[in-house]
């Protein structure tokens, strides 16, 4: 069993092709289910585990399996047949991770080094939303549990032990300064949210630490939308008000679960003309998108996506390289220690091999042995022949493979002790 990692990123593709492949989180239940029942036959690679991590930047899915060239291939066109696209269009954004290199992606995503954000905390909190839905769904195992619990663990250390995260520049907090370039003083301008979860309400607080002089909240649950608009001394709308009263907001921060844009180019056009053609700032941190790509083409528009906030977001990156390389230098600590578990786990059917075999030769000596007795033979000798012949058959095999085996390398040599090694530290109690 290895691990196996398939999928892509705001490094590798662009957020037309996120949008795309995105699971909403109705979707992440039936679809790991769905891996594990299409993808658990050998022909597929044997996937025995599945988890779905399916973010603004990312989607990706963790698995243990057998083979991981069939599973990454099986992978591959499962995304495209459950996202209908065109599997030569996907192939060249995907990205594939086993072994040592899947794990160092895993915590490197949690730690924030891998993030749009570099040392974003967000991140961790969807990683575990992700687990326990794995969990549910009966995607978890062994191996991706252990994986899992590792990482947020090695997470927890890096950013515990480095200053990562300082000098950070959240998505939130860029937006603002982009809205601060715009309108100069947030304190005259109306403010929508759109949508009322995690991302909404960091928005909002920092937005609204700018004092501006009108906060609402549009969401389809109006309780929802009620209890952050309260927090922040906003007013709730419900999401169907919205076409009335667009027009008389400067800054717009949708973030909701749709698989479809919820404010179309028609809706924003209408929405200008009532406001007289005076500028209009949106933010789109949905994926897929809420605001239709077209409305960035308005000349009194000003629309901001993740990938544009990204781009914000970079600025104090030189700041925080010296704790990028304590981070990577951690990591690389906590790799080696999954890698000794990681071995220890493979060998088992291999020692639970040994142990038959020896359990077996230990009987039949023994019994010998016994009948030596009955006979009246001396126990001192017939205990003393047993032990030798017990020790000649454990290691008759080995010998003569050694002894045999021209090609062995030092290296050769080197496993072969390690197993050994295994061996005598799980005889008996094989974990």
């Not at 937005?207 to 906003?234: M, W, Y």
Request: charged share 25%; net charge negative.
């Amino acid at each position: 069993m290895n691990l196996l990692i398939l999928g892509l990123n705001h490094n590798t593709a662009p957020l037309s092709l996120r949008e795309r492949i995105a699971y909403g989180p109705e979707e992440l239940s039936t679809a790991i289910k769905s891996v594990l029942m299409s993808l658990g036959s050998p022909e597929f690679g044997n996937v025995k585990e599945a988890a779905i991590l399916s973010t603004c930047n990312r989607t990706e899915i963790y698995c243990a399996a057998e083979d991981t060239d069939l599973a990454s291939s099986s992978l591959q066109n499962f995304i495209a047949q459950t996202k209908a696209i065109n599997i030569t269009e996907l192939e060249e954004h995907l990205y594939t991770l086993t072994g040592e290199d899947a794990v160092r992606h895993a915590f490197r995503v949690a730690s924030g080094l891998d993030s749009m954000v570099l040392g974003e905390t967000q991140i961790v909190g969807q990683m575990k939303k992700a687990v326990k839905t794995a969990g549910l769904s009966g995607g978890l195992g062994l191996y991706l549990h252990y994986l899992f619990q590792k990482t947020f663990a090695v997470a927890k250390e890096v950013r515990s032990s480095t200053e990562i995260g300082a000098h950070s520049i959240s998505m939130a907090a860029a937006a603002v300064r982009v809205a601060n370039r715009i309108f100069g003083n947030l304190k005259d301008s109306s403010i929508l949210f759109v949508g009322a979860g995690e991302m909404i309400e960091l928005c909002a607080a920092h937005f609204c630490a700018q004092s501006p002089k009108k906060v609402c909240v549009a969401n389809r649950t109006l309780a929802r939308a009620q209890d952050l608009a309260e927090s922040v001394g906003g007013s709730p709308m419900k999401l169907s008000d919205l076409p009335e009263a667009l027009h008389e907001f400067d800054i717009v921060v949708s973030c909701t679960a749709s698989t479809l844009p919820i404010i179309g180019l028609g809706l924003v056009q209408r929405a200008i003309k009532q406001r007289r053609y005076k500028p209009l700032f949106m933010v789109d941190l949905a994926v897929p998108r809420d605001i239709e790509a077209e409305v960035a083409n308005l000349d009194e528009v000003y629309v901001y996506t993740v990938d544009d906030l990204g781009k914000v977001v970079q600025s104090g990156m030189e700041g925080r390289q010296a704790a990028v390389s304590v981070a990577e230098e951690l990591i690389g600590r906590r790799i080696q220690e999954f890698h000794v578990w990681l071995i220890a786990r493979n060998s088992v059917p291999h020692i639970k091999t040994l142990q038959e075999r020896a359990e077996h030769l230990r009987e039949l000596e023994l019994i010998k042995a016994k009948k030596a007795l009955a006979k009246g033979q001396d126990p001192e000798k017939v205990l003393e022949s047993m032990s030798q012949a017990l020790m000649k058959k454990y290691s008759h095999d080995l010998l003569l493979t050694l002894r045999n085996s021209q090609s062995l390398s030092d290296e050769d040599y080197d496993k072969v002790l390690h197993l050994l090694d295994n061996f005598y530290l799980y005889h008996g109690q094989i974990p």
